[in-house]
T-cell receptor, first 112, second 115 residues
């Protein structure tokens, strides 16, 4: 079983739709959860960062973590064509020199 | 703040040739990472440096890949000899501390095609 599972998509939605992106992870030692956005031919950029279970909101973006189910989600409200990108979930253990483990990424296409 | 700089942006080489990539991290970032991203996959860590020392190179194919970080700043990643399966984007990232929980800043990557 891979450490992080993510549906690669693509996910196509019309402008204005609510988007839900999801990842599952296998190891309960992971405590930090991030979402990165990657535009074509660019490096990933940090979008959201969460630690605890629950929701974290930043503008149109909401990150949700359910540690009991080992399930993380990213919701995008009022999606825009500029949101079209690949969204990567990333997880990290709790302490020490730790590296990020990435999911495969979900490609999102928002049509005008 | 200037971002993570990488060069070249693109490289095409024949199999069995050698190639080198360069990375200049954000000033003051002690930790530097090289990731390999194959098309359709998430980034996979190759090597992590803390200043100029190696913290994790467990997934670096050491028979063909090598990396160094000069004076704890710039870094180079080399492949010799290249194989077809090395075709990927090589991403360099840096962070203030060695802990992934604070996120990284990535460069735009070097896209390598091995033919």
């Amino acid at each position: 079983q891979k450490e992080v599972e993510q549906d690669p998509g693509p996910l196509s939605v019309p402008e204005g739709a609510i988007v839900s992106l999801n990842c599952t992870y296998s190891n309960s030692a992971f405590q930090y959860f991030m979402w990165y956005r990657q535009y074509s031919r660019k490096g990933p950029e940090l979008l959201m960062y969460t630690y605890s279970s629950g929701n974290k909101e930043d503008g149109r973006f909401t990150a949700q973590v359910d540690k009991s189910s080992k399930y993380i989600s990213l919701f995008i409200r009022d999606s825009q064509p500029s949101d079209s990108a690949t969204y990567l979930c990333a997880i990290s253990p709790s302490s020490g020199y730790s590296t990020l483990t990435f999911g495969k990424g979900t490609m999102l296409l928002v049509s005008p | 703040e200037a971002g993570v700089a990488q060069s070249p942006r693109y490289k095409i080489i024949e199999k069995r040739q050698s190639v080198a990539f360069w990375c200049n991290p954000i000033s003051g970032h002690a930790t530097l990472y090289w990731y390999q991203q194959i098309l359709g996959q998430g980034p996979k860590l190759l090597i992590q440096f803390q200043n100029n020392g190696v913290v994790d190179d467990s997934q670096l194919p050491k028979d063909r890949f090598s990396a160094e970080r000069l004076k704890g700043v710039d870094s180079t990643l080399k492949i010799q000899p290249a194989k077809l399966e090395d075709s990927a984007v090589y991403l360099c990232a840096s962070s203030l501390s060695g802990q992934g929980r604070y996120g990284y800043t990535f460069g735009s990557g070097t896209r390598l095609t091995v033919v």
